[in-house]
Protein backbone atom coordinates (compact mmCIF):
# COMPACT_ATOMS: atom_id res chain seq x y z
CA UNK A 1 0.00 0.00 0.00
CA UNK A 2 3.13 2.02 0.93
CA UNK A 3 4.41 1.94 -2.59
CA UNK A 4 0.74 2.46 -3.99
CA UNK A 5 0.49 5.75 -2.59
CA UNK A 6 4.44 6.94 -3.32
CA UNK A 7 3.93 5.63 -6.74
CA UNK A 8 0.38 7.98 -7.09
CA UNK A 9 2.08 11.23 -5.60
CA UNK A 10 5.50 10.79 -8.29
CA UNK A 11 2.96 10.68 -11.25
CA UNK A 12 0.76 13.71 -9.96
CA UNK A 13 4.63 15.59 -9.87
CA UNK A 14 5.60 14.32 -12.90
CA UNK A 15 2.30 15.41 -14.39
CA UNK A 16 2.49 18.97 -13.32
CA UNK A 17 6.11 19.29 -14.28
CA UNK A 18 6.13 17.12 -17.20
CA UNK A 19 9.62 16.62 -19.06
CA UNK A 20 11.23 19.10 -16.18
CA UNK A 21 12.56 16.43 -13.71
CA UNK A 22 16.18 17.41 -14.67
CA UNK A 23 15.91 20.78 -13.76
CA UNK A 24 13.83 20.77 -10.73
CA UNK A 25 17.19 20.98 -8.75
CA UNK A 26 15.57 17.41 -7.22
CA UNK A 27 16.78 13.97 -7.42
CA UNK A 28 14.15 11.42 -8.89
CA UNK A 29 14.85 9.31 -5.54
CA UNK A 30 13.01 12.28 -3.65
CA UNK A 31 10.48 12.62 -5.89
CA UNK A 32 7.82 9.85 -3.71
CA UNK A 33 8.45 11.82 -0.91
CA UNK A 34 5.55 13.39 0.45
CA UNK A 35 5.68 17.36 -0.33
CA UNK A 36 4.66 18.60 3.19
CA UNK A 37 8.29 16.67 4.24
CA UNK A 38 10.60 18.58 1.47
CA UNK A 39 12.63 21.23 2.77
CA UNK A 40 11.00 25.00 1.81
CA UNK A 41 14.04 25.33 -0.34
CA UNK A 42 13.34 22.18 -2.53
CA UNK A 43 9.52 23.27 -3.21
CA UNK A 44 10.61 26.64 -4.47
CA UNK A 45 12.93 25.56 -6.58
CA UNK A 46 11.13 23.16 -8.15
CA UNK A 47 9.49 26.70 -9.62
CA UNK A 48 11.64 28.95 -10.21
CA UNK A 49 15.39 29.24 -11.42
CA UNK A 50 17.93 30.60 -10.59
CA UNK A 51 18.39 34.68 -12.59
CA UNK A 52 14.86 34.31 -13.93
CA UNK A 53 13.06 37.01 -14.96
CA UNK A 54 9.26 37.64 -15.65
CA UNK A 55 7.59 40.45 -17.96
CA UNK A 56 5.09 42.67 -15.64
CA UNK A 57 1.97 40.78 -17.59
CA UNK A 58 3.55 37.43 -16.08
CA UNK A 59 3.34 38.14 -12.58
CA UNK A 60 0.16 38.10 -11.14
CA UNK A 61 1.03 39.87 -7.94
CA UNK A 62 2.21 43.29 -9.98
CA UNK A 63 -1.26 44.92 -9.27
CA UNK A 64 -0.52 44.39 -5.45
CA UNK A 65 1.94 47.07 -5.09
CA UNK A 66 0.46 50.07 -2.61
CA UNK A 67 2.08 53.55 -3.48
CA UNK A 68 0.21 55.07 -0.62
CA UNK A 69 2.59 53.03 1.92
CA UNK A 70 5.93 53.34 0.16
CA UNK A 71 7.90 55.87 2.01
CA UNK A 72 12.01 55.82 1.27
CA UNK A 73 13.04 58.35 3.46
CA UNK A 74 14.25 56.75 6.39
CA UNK A 75 17.13 54.58 7.19
CA UNK A 76 17.16 52.10 4.78
CA UNK A 77 17.63 48.93 7.68
CA UNK A 78 15.30 46.29 8.16
CA UNK A 79 12.94 46.31 10.32
CA UNK A 80 13.55 42.98 11.96
CA UNK A 81 17.13 42.38 12.37
CA UNK A 82 17.90 46.71 12.15
CA UNK A 83 20.81 45.34 9.88
CA UNK A 84 21.47 47.60 6.76
CA UNK A 85 22.77 45.37 4.37
CA UNK A 86 21.31 43.58 1.65
CA UNK A 87 17.68 45.20 2.26
CA UNK A 88 14.62 44.75 0.25
CA UNK A 89 11.33 46.80 1.09
CA UNK A 90 7.76 44.99 0.58
CA UNK A 91 6.31 47.23 -1.96
CA UNK A 92 2.88 45.90 -0.60
CA UNK A 93 2.88 47.03 3.21
CA UNK A 94 6.31 49.50 3.05
CA UNK A 95 8.10 47.46 5.49
CA UNK A 96 12.00 47.09 5.08
CA UNK A 97 13.37 43.25 5.72
CA UNK A 98 16.95 41.55 5.28
CA UNK A 99 17.63 39.23 2.36
CA UNK A 100 15.33 37.39 -0.23
CA UNK A 101 16.38 33.85 0.17
CA UNK A 102 15.02 30.83 2.64
CA UNK A 103 15.40 31.67 6.02
CA UNK A 104 15.68 35.67 6.01
CA UNK A 105 12.81 37.87 6.90
CA UNK A 106 11.85 39.19 3.66
CA UNK A 107 11.25 35.61 2.79
CA UNK A 108 9.27 34.27 6.14
CA UNK A 109 7.16 38.01 5.77
CA UNK A 110 6.35 36.47 2.61
CA UNK A 111 4.95 33.25 4.08
CA UNK A 112 3.09 35.12 6.57
CA UNK A 113 1.06 37.80 5.24
CA UNK A 114 1.41 36.79 1.34
CA UNK A 115 2.77 39.79 0.48
CA UNK A 116 4.66 39.13 -2.53
CA UNK A 117 6.57 42.08 -4.20
CA UNK A 118 10.18 43.50 -2.77
CA UNK A 119 12.33 46.20 -4.20
CA UNK A 120 16.30 45.97 -3.37
CA UNK A 121 17.10 49.46 -2.02
CA UNK A 122 21.08 49.85 -3.22
CA UNK A 123 19.95 48.98 -6.67
CA UNK A 124 15.70 49.00 -7.34
CA UNK A 125 15.15 45.35 -8.64
CA UNK A 126 11.90 44.00 -7.98
CA UNK A 127 11.56 40.36 -6.98
CA UNK A 128 8.31 38.27 -6.42
CA UNK A 129 8.82 36.13 -3.11
CA UNK A 130 8.78 33.31 -2.01
CA UNK A 131 8.60 32.17 -5.73
CA UNK A 132 12.09 34.49 -5.81
CA UNK A 133 12.23 35.80 -9.77
CA UNK A 134 12.50 39.31 -11.15
CA UNK A 135 10.02 41.35 -12.07
CA UNK A 136 10.62 43.74 -15.11
CA UNK A 137 8.49 46.39 -15.77
CA UNK A 138 8.05 49.92 -16.91
CA UNK A 139 5.58 50.94 -13.83
CA UNK A 140 8.13 50.22 -11.64
CA UNK A 141 10.04 52.80 -12.73
CA UNK A 142 8.20 55.62 -10.84
CA UNK A 143 9.06 53.95 -7.86
CA UNK A 144 12.71 53.83 -8.66
CA UNK A 145 12.44 57.21 -8.85
CA UNK A 146 11.30 58.51 -5.63
CA UNK A 147 13.94 55.87 -3.69
CA UNK A 148 16.43 57.29 -6.20
CA UNK A 149 15.63 60.74 -7.81
CA UNK A 150 17.67 61.30 -10.68
CA UNK A 151 17.97 64.82 -12.72
CA UNK A 152 19.17 65.14 -16.37
CA UNK A 153 21.28 68.83 -17.46
CA UNK A 154 18.62 69.43 -19.16
CA UNK A 155 15.85 69.26 -16.46
CA UNK A 156 18.19 71.36 -13.97
CA UNK A 157 19.04 74.10 -16.39
CA UNK A 158 15.07 74.73 -17.00
CA UNK A 159 14.08 74.89 -13.02
CA UNK A 160 14.04 78.57 -13.20
CA UNK A 161 12.42 78.79 -16.30
CA UNK A 162 8.81 77.44 -16.00
CA UNK A 163 6.25 77.23 -13.33
CA UNK A 164 5.80 73.44 -12.48
CA UNK A 165 3.41 72.59 -10.23
CA UNK A 166 2.85 68.40 -9.16
CA UNK A 167 0.00 66.05 -7.96
CA UNK A 168 0.71 64.17 -5.42
CA UNK A 169 -1.12 60.50 -4.71
CA UNK A 170 -3.77 62.30 -2.34
CA UNK A 171 -4.50 64.68 -4.72
CA UNK A 172 -2.96 67.44 -3.47
CA UNK A 173 -0.75 69.69 -5.17
CA UNK A 174 3.04 70.85 -4.03
CA UNK A 175 5.50 72.74 -6.12
CA UNK A 176 9.25 70.99 -6.57
CA UNK A 177 11.96 72.85 -4.37
CA UNK A 178 9.32 74.39 -2.05
CA UNK A 179 7.86 70.84 -0.22
CA UNK A 180 7.38 71.18 3.68
CA UNK A 181 9.96 68.98 5.35
CA UNK A 182 8.74 66.83 8.18
CA UNK A 183 9.23 68.34 11.96
CA UNK A 184 10.44 65.15 13.77
CA UNK A 185 10.70 66.27 16.97
CA UNK A 186 12.90 69.38 17.13
CA UNK A 187 14.35 70.06 13.81
CA UNK A 188 13.05 72.87 13.00
CA UNK A 189 16.27 74.90 13.40
CA UNK A 190 17.69 72.51 10.51
CA UNK A 191 14.90 72.58 8.18
CA UNK A 192 14.59 76.18 7.54
CA UNK A 193 18.37 76.02 6.82
CA UNK A 194 17.70 73.18 4.19
CA UNK A 195 14.36 75.25 2.44
CA UNK A 196 17.39 78.25 2.25
CA UNK A 197 20.14 76.01 0.47
CA UNK A 198 18.00 74.35 -1.33
CA UNK A 199 17.06 77.93 -3.09
CA UNK A 200 20.61 78.56 -3.72
CA UNK A 201 20.79 78.02 -7.47
CA UNK A 202 24.38 77.15 -8.03
CA UNK A 203 24.35 74.38 -4.87
CA UNK A 204 20.91 73.29 -5.63
CA UNK A 205 22.49 72.71 -9.26
CA UNK A 206 25.79 70.80 -7.94
CA UNK A 207 23.84 68.38 -6.01
CA UNK A 208 21.34 67.61 -8.09
CA UNK A 209 23.59 65.19 -10.24
CA UNK A 210 25.44 63.07 -8.22
CA UNK A 211 28.08 62.65 -10.66
CA UNK A 212 29.60 65.84 -9.51
CA UNK A 213 30.04 64.35 -5.47
CA UNK A 214 30.09 60.46 -6.45
CA UNK A 215 33.87 60.59 -5.57
CA UNK A 216 33.14 62.34 -1.76
CA UNK A 217 33.32 60.17 0.46
CA UNK A 218 31.25 61.73 3.11
CA UNK A 219 28.45 61.04 4.29
CA UNK A 220 27.38 64.12 5.22
CA UNK A 221 27.61 65.14 1.90
CA UNK A 222 25.88 62.09 0.14
CA UNK A 223 22.51 62.65 2.51
CA UNK A 224 22.64 66.36 1.79
CA UNK A 225 22.50 65.22 -1.69
CA UNK A 226 19.44 62.77 -1.89
CA UNK A 227 17.76 65.60 0.17
CA UNK A 228 18.01 68.10 -2.24
CA UNK A 229 16.83 65.79 -4.99
CA UNK A 230 14.22 64.50 -2.83
CA UNK A 231 13.08 68.12 -2.50
CA UNK A 232 13.06 68.66 -6.19
CA UNK A 233 11.83 65.50 -7.36
CA UNK A 234 8.61 66.35 -9.64
CA UNK A 235 6.94 62.92 -9.49
CA UNK A 236 6.94 62.66 -5.48
CA UNK A 237 4.25 60.43 -3.80
CA UNK A 238 3.89 63.08 -1.51
CA UNK A 239 4.23 66.71 -0.88
CA UNK A 240 6.52 66.54 1.45
CA UNK A 241 9.88 65.04 2.52
CA UNK A 242 11.18 63.77 5.88
CA UNK A 243 14.63 64.52 6.12
CA UNK A 244 15.25 61.58 8.76
CA UNK A 245 18.13 59.91 6.98
CA UNK A 246 19.96 63.83 7.01
CA UNK A 247 19.16 64.04 10.23
CA UNK A 248 20.79 60.94 11.29
CA UNK A 249 24.28 61.54 8.82
CA UNK A 250 24.08 65.15 11.06
CA UNK A 251 24.02 63.97 14.23
CA UNK A 252 27.12 61.45 13.30
CA UNK A 253 29.08 64.44 11.86
CA UNK A 254 28.60 66.68 14.56
CA UNK A 255 29.00 64.62 17.13
CA UNK A 256 25.74 65.25 18.20
CA UNK A 257 25.86 68.31 18.92
CA UNK A 258 22.81 69.07 16.45
CA UNK A 259 19.80 66.36 17.21
CA UNK A 260 16.41 65.77 16.69
CA UNK A 261 15.48 65.58 19.70
CA UNK A 262 16.67 69.03 21.11
CA UNK A 263 16.14 72.51 19.91
CA UNK A 264 19.32 74.04 18.03
CA UNK A 265 20.50 77.72 17.21
CA UNK A 266 19.82 78.06 13.78
CA UNK A 267 22.15 80.42 12.64
CA UNK A 268 24.61 78.16 14.78
CA UNK A 269 23.51 75.00 12.24
CA UNK A 270 24.20 77.17 9.31
CA UNK A 271 27.92 77.95 9.75
CA UNK A 272 28.52 74.72 10.90
CA UNK A 273 26.79 72.73 8.44
CA UNK A 274 28.15 75.31 5.28
CA UNK A 275 31.79 74.73 6.72
CA UNK A 276 31.61 71.47 6.91
CA UNK A 277 30.31 70.56 3.28
CA UNK A 278 32.92 73.01 2.30
CA UNK A 279 35.92 70.65 3.69
CA UNK A 280 34.20 67.38 2.92
CA UNK A 281 33.92 68.39 -0.63
CA UNK A 282 37.59 69.69 -0.70
CA UNK A 283 38.89 66.86 1.24
CA UNK A 284 39.73 69.22 4.60
CA UNK A 285 41.60 71.34 2.38
CA UNK A 286 40.00 74.95 3.34
CA UNK A 287 41.54 77.12 0.91
CA UNK A 288 40.58 74.69 -1.93
CA UNK A 289 37.67 75.97 -3.70
CA UNK A 290 34.50 74.40 -3.94
CA UNK A 291 30.30 75.13 -4.89
CA UNK A 292 30.42 76.71 -1.37
CA UNK A 293 32.94 79.43 -1.42
CA UNK A 294 32.09 80.07 -4.93
CA UNK A 295 28.51 80.74 -3.85
CA UNK A 296 29.27 82.08 -0.09
CA UNK A 297 32.72 83.41 0.49
CA UNK A 298 33.83 87.25 0.29
CA UNK A 299 36.85 89.12 1.62
CA UNK A 300 36.79 91.13 4.58
CA UNK A 301 39.91 93.54 5.62
CA UNK A 302 40.54 94.19 9.09
CA UNK A 303 42.82 96.89 10.50
CA UNK A 304 43.92 96.41 14.09
CA UNK A 305 44.64 99.86 15.51
CA UNK A 306 48.26 100.54 16.44
CA UNK A 307 49.04 99.66 20.47
CA UNK A 308 45.88 97.26 20.86
CA UNK A 309 45.25 93.33 19.62
CA UNK A 310 48.18 92.07 17.62
CA UNK A 311 49.33 95.41 17.02
CA UNK A 312 51.02 95.68 20.23
CA UNK A 313 54.22 94.59 19.38
CA UNK A 314 57.16 96.92 17.92
CA UNK A 315 57.43 95.87 13.89
CA UNK A 316 61.19 95.56 12.31
CA UNK A 317 62.07 99.45 12.20
CA UNK A 318 60.97 99.41 15.75
CA UNK A 319 57.79 101.13 15.27
CA UNK A 320 53.91 100.50 16.32
CA UNK A 321 51.77 100.01 13.23
CA UNK A 322 48.38 99.31 12.37
CA UNK A 323 47.98 95.91 11.35
CA UNK A 324 45.97 94.64 8.03
CA UNK A 325 44.85 91.68 7.26
CA UNK A 326 42.66 90.13 5.01
CA UNK A 327 40.32 86.76 5.48
CA UNK A 328 37.77 85.41 3.90
CA UNK A 329 34.17 85.11 5.30
CA UNK A 330 30.91 82.97 4.46
CA UNK A 331 28.69 85.14 6.70
CA UNK A 332 28.44 88.60 7.83
CA UNK A 333 27.28 89.04 12.07
CA UNK A 334 25.71 92.46 11.89
CA UNK A 335 25.40 94.05 15.95
CA UNK A 336 21.40 95.09 17.04
CA UNK A 337 21.47 98.26 19.46
CA UNK A 338 20.36 97.36 22.67
CA UNK A 339 16.67 97.24 23.41
CA UNK A 340 15.36 100.07 25.05
CA UNK A 341 15.44 99.60 29.23
CA UNK A 342 11.86 101.50 30.29
CA UNK A 343 8.33 101.61 28.91
CA UNK A 344 6.99 104.11 27.07
CA UNK A 345 4.03 106.40 28.40
CA UNK A 346 1.44 104.11 27.88
CA UNK A 347 3.37 101.51 29.66
CA UNK A 348 4.04 99.48 26.67
CA UNK A 349 7.12 97.58 26.27
CA UNK A 350 8.74 99.50 23.24
CA UNK A 351 10.18 97.77 20.00
CA UNK A 352 12.67 99.63 18.35
CA UNK A 353 13.31 99.55 14.43
CA UNK A 354 16.44 100.02 13.01
CA UNK A 355 17.58 100.20 9.53
CA UNK A 356 19.59 97.54 7.20
CA UNK A 357 21.56 100.46 6.22
CA UNK A 358 22.42 101.52 9.68
CA UNK A 359 24.06 97.97 10.58
CA UNK A 360 25.93 97.62 7.84
CA UNK A 361 28.12 101.19 8.24
CA UNK A 362 29.64 98.30 10.44
CA UNK A 363 31.95 97.81 7.06
CA UNK A 364 32.64 101.46 5.51
CA UNK A 365 35.92 100.98 7.03
CA UNK A 366 35.55 104.00 9.45
CA UNK A 367 33.57 103.03 11.81
CA UNK A 368 35.57 101.64 15.22
CA UNK A 369 34.94 98.50 17.07
CA UNK A 370 36.55 97.60 20.30
CA UNK A 371 37.32 94.37 21.14
CA UNK A 372 39.40 93.35 24.76
CA UNK A 373 41.02 90.84 23.21
CA UNK A 374 41.38 91.58 19.26
CA UNK A 375 41.70 95.55 19.98
CA UNK A 376 39.90 98.43 18.36
CA UNK A 377 39.06 97.34 15.06
CA UNK A 378 37.80 98.63 11.48
CA UNK A 379 36.61 96.64 9.02
CA UNK A 380 35.60 96.85 5.10
CA UNK A 381 34.05 94.60 2.47
CA UNK A 382 37.63 94.09 -0.07
CA UNK A 383 35.42 91.20 -2.44
CA UNK A 384 31.81 91.05 -2.69
CA UNK A 385 30.23 86.97 -2.21
CA UNK A 386 27.88 86.13 -5.06
CA UNK A 387 25.45 85.54 -2.35
CA UNK A 388 25.51 87.63 0.55
CA UNK A 389 24.93 85.63 4.05
CA UNK A 390 23.78 87.95 7.04
CA UNK A 391 23.60 87.27 10.36
CA UNK A 392 21.57 89.29 12.52
CA UNK A 393 22.90 88.90 16.12
CA UNK A 394 19.80 88.33 17.82
CA UNK A 395 21.03 86.51 20.73
CA UNK A 396 23.06 87.72 23.95
CA UNK A 397 24.88 84.48 25.60
CA UNK A 398 26.25 84.27 28.98
CA UNK A 399 26.81 81.95 31.67
CA UNK A 400 23.21 82.45 33.29
CA UNK A 401 20.55 82.77 30.35
CA UNK A 402 20.20 83.65 26.64
CA UNK A 403 18.50 87.44 25.94
CA UNK A 404 16.64 87.90 22.82
CA UNK A 405 16.79 91.45 21.07
CA UNK A 406 13.33 91.98 19.83
CA UNK A 407 14.42 95.15 17.37
CA UNK A 408 12.67 94.77 13.87
CA UNK A 409 14.98 95.17 11.28
CA UNK A 410 13.80 97.24 8.01
CA UNK A 411 15.42 95.93 4.71
CA UNK A 412 14.77 95.91 1.27
CA UNK A 413 13.37 92.77 -0.51
CA UNK A 414 14.91 93.93 -3.64
CA UNK A 415 17.73 95.81 -4.85
CA UNK A 416 19.79 96.52 -2.00
CA UNK A 417 22.56 99.13 -3.10
CA UNK A 418 25.71 98.44 -1.21
CA UNK A 419 27.12 101.48 -3.49
CA UNK A 420 24.96 103.61 -1.29
CA UNK A 421 26.36 102.02 1.93
CA UNK A 422 29.63 101.53 1.65
CA UNK A 423 32.54 101.98 -0.44
CA UNK A 424 32.22 99.10 -3.46
CA UNK A 425 36.09 97.24 -3.75
CA UNK A 426 36.76 97.64 -7.63
CA UNK A 427 35.79 94.78 -9.11
CA UNK A 428 38.81 91.89 -9.29
CA UNK A 429 39.51 88.68 -11.72
CA UNK A 430 37.35 85.97 -10.80
CA UNK A 431 34.93 88.18 -8.25
CA UNK A 432 31.40 88.88 -8.80
CA UNK A 433 30.41 92.12 -10.93
CA UNK A 434 27.96 95.14 -9.69
CA UNK A 435 26.75 95.82 -5.83
CA UNK A 436 23.09 95.90 -6.21
CA UNK A 437 21.27 92.71 -4.35
CA UNK A 438 18.25 90.95 -4.18
CA UNK A 439 17.12 89.22 -1.17
CA UNK A 440 16.19 85.73 -1.98
CA UNK A 441 15.46 83.74 1.85
CA UNK A 442 14.65 85.27 5.51
CA UNK A 443 14.95 83.39 8.21
CA UNK A 444 13.05 83.84 11.46
CA UNK A 445 12.56 83.29 14.69
CA UNK A 446 9.32 83.64 16.69
CA UNK A 447 9.01 83.10 20.68
CA UNK A 448 11.15 83.13 23.71
CA UNK A 449 14.89 82.55 23.35
CA UNK A 450 14.94 79.38 24.69
CA UNK A 451 11.83 78.12 23.75
CA UNK A 452 11.00 79.20 20.21
CA UNK A 453 10.69 78.46 16.61
CA UNK A 454 11.86 79.11 13.23
CA UNK A 455 10.32 79.61 9.85
CA UNK A 456 11.87 81.07 6.68
CA UNK A 457 10.39 82.91 3.99
CA UNK A 458 11.70 82.17 0.50
CA UNK A 459 11.69 83.96 -3.00
CA UNK A 460 10.80 81.73 -5.74
CA UNK A 461 12.35 83.11 -8.93
CA UNK A 462 10.12 81.53 -11.76
CA UNK A 463 6.84 82.90 -9.99
CA UNK A 464 8.47 86.32 -8.39
CA UNK A 465 6.40 85.33 -5.62
CA UNK A 466 6.93 85.31 -2.10
CA UNK A 467 6.06 81.79 0.31
CA UNK A 468 6.50 80.79 4.03
CA UNK A 469 7.99 77.67 5.42
CA UNK A 470 7.30 76.27 8.62
CA UNK A 471 7.99 72.89 8.43
CA UNK A 472 4.75 71.00 5.88
CA UNK A 473 3.34 74.23 6.05
CA UNK A 474 3.93 76.10 2.96
CA UNK A 475 2.01 79.01 1.93
CA UNK A 476 2.34 82.19 -0.12
CA UNK A 477 2.36 85.88 1.35
CA UNK A 478 2.93 89.58 0.35
CA UNK A 479 6.50 91.04 0.18
CA UNK A 480 6.05 93.73 2.50
CA UNK A 481 5.27 91.09 5.09
CA UNK A 482 8.60 89.62 4.96
CA UNK A 483 9.99 92.89 6.76
CA UNK A 484 7.75 92.95 9.81
CA UNK A 485 9.65 89.84 11.58
CA UNK A 486 12.53 88.68 14.06
CA UNK A 487 14.34 88.13 10.98
CA UNK A 488 18.23 86.33 12.46
CA UNK A 489 19.09 86.01 9.32
CA UNK A 490 19.42 86.59 5.39
CA UNK A 491 20.28 85.40 1.96
CA UNK A 492 21.14 88.09 -0.92
CA UNK A 493 21.75 87.24 -4.17
CA UNK A 494 23.93 89.98 -6.25
CA UNK A 495 22.58 90.99 -9.53
CA UNK A 496 24.37 90.66 -12.78
CA UNK A 497 25.08 93.97 -14.04
CA UNK A 498 23.97 94.90 -17.38
CA UNK A 499 27.73 94.86 -18.83
CA UNK A 500 27.75 90.98 -17.59
CA UNK A 501 24.38 89.95 -19.28
Given at each position: MKREREEEQDGAFAEEFPDKKSKLGIEESSLGQDMDELPVTAVFSANTSKGQVKKGRDCPYLDTISRQNLDFDFEKCCSVSLSPINV?????????????????????????????????????????????????????????????????????????????????????????????????????????????????????????????????????????????????????????????????????????RFTIEQQGDAVEFWSWFINQLHLDLTGGKRKKASVI??????????????????????????????????????????????????????EQNIIPQVPIFDLLHKFDGSKVHDDIKGGRRRYRLKRLPQFMVLHLKRFTKNNFFIEKNPTIVNFPVKNLELRDILPVPETQKGAASGSKYDLIANMVHDGKADSGTYRVHVHRKVEDIWYEVQDLRVIDILPQMVALSETCMQVYELKRSKAAT
Amino acid sequence: MKREREEEQDGAFAEEFPDKKSKLGIEESSLGQDMDELPVTAVFSANTSKGQVKKGRDCPYLDTISRQNLDFDFEKCCSVSLSPINVYACLVCGKYFQGRGPKTHAFTHALDTEHHMYMKLDNGKVYCLPEGYEVADRSLDAIRSVLNPLFAKEQVHSLDQEVKWTRALDGTDYMPGLVGLNNMKNNDYVNVAMQILARVAPIRDFFLIPSNYAACRSVLVQRFGELVRKIWHPRNFKGQVSPHEFMQAVMAASSKRFTIEQQGDAVEFWSWFINQLHLDLTGGKRKKASVISRCFQGELEITTEAGTGKAREPGPDGQIKDDVSVVPFLMLGLDLPPPPLYKDIMEQNIIPQVPIFDLLHKFDGSKVHDDIKGGRRRYRLKRLPQFMVLHLKRFTKNNFFIEKNPTIVNFPVKNLELRDILPVPETQKGAASGSKYDLIANMVHDGKADSGTYRVHVHRKVEDIWYEVQDLRVIDILPQMVALSETCMQVYELKRSKAAT
